[in-house]
């Protein structure tokens, strides 16, 4: 299944894992990127030595396509350098597109990505000189950057700009993968339905509220806001509820690089292995993709049937057949 994104990265697959932090653990990482999709490293939090380590460990582990996230608000220029220098896609979300960080980026040797929430912002990332962009709707779990649901946002950014577009938010089964691409995107970005994988770093017990939900059980929301306040996210309400009713000021404790560090009552880190304490009150960030997410599989399984299922949903439809996305 080749497109313009997986001919620009160098992917086998149409489809790239989000960057999660706590969540995307090297072994989701390597799997996906091995799976020939494109996996993504989270860097909040992280030193610029630390990151130099974990990116050299993955390209011993995996042949396959990986790039590296930066949240705007806690970007640390360090780990900019060092990520474009050993990773082939970087990518910003959540700021204006800048065209010092684009070019910076770009000097290394890297692809650079911007993950953004309207046409506006677009326009403006492909103008900063962006090899690719992001289109995330509101369906969208963890922080969400516009206002716009997906398909009318992926239609306007379609029409404005010229590089390859994913599309991100509520995207979780084949069909929707199918869905997106015949619609002109060059491929799917998920998160959601990762945070399930077998390989994902999130507390059981999260992992379990997602397989039993369903769309109408997220929310977004700006609760979650100890340590980034004014960022919209898409959680599960259950978490919220659960947090309402809590009066403590910390809920539980989780590891942060090599310490122990409290979770305070709605700080933004969701649950991981590392994590103890009220789980079912953190952070549960979830799309309304949650409403396909009802097994926990390797992402490699994940992946295949992904893959599948889309080619089949293009030959149920009777229009795009998969060969057509090559021309
Ligand atoms: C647990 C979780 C953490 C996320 N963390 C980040 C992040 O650090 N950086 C980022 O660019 N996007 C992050 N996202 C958002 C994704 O990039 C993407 O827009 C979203 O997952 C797509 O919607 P879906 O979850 O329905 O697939 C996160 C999403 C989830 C579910």
Redesign the pocket.
Known sequence: MQTAFTRLVGASTPVQV????G?STPELVAAVADAGAVGMV?T?MLSAQALEKSLGQLSERTGGVFGV?F?IPFLDPACLAVAARCSRIV?F?YGDPDRELISSARAHGALVSW?VGSLEEAVAAERAGCDLL?A?GT?????VRGRTSLLPLLSRVLDAVNVPVLA?????TGRDLAAVLACGAAGA?????F?AATESGAHPRYVQALVAASAGDTCLTERFSVLWPDAPHRVLRSAILAAETLTDEVVGETRLGEQRVPVQRFSVF?PTVETTGRVEAMAL?????VANVDSVQPAARILSQLVTEAEQAMRASGGVEPAALES
């Open positions: 989000a960057a999660m932090p969540i989270p909040a996230n949240l990518e979300f993950q992001v995330q369906e969208a779990g963890g922080h991100a938010g509520g995207l979780a970005r998920m998160g959601t339905r945070v969701c960030y979830a799309g309304e993709s």
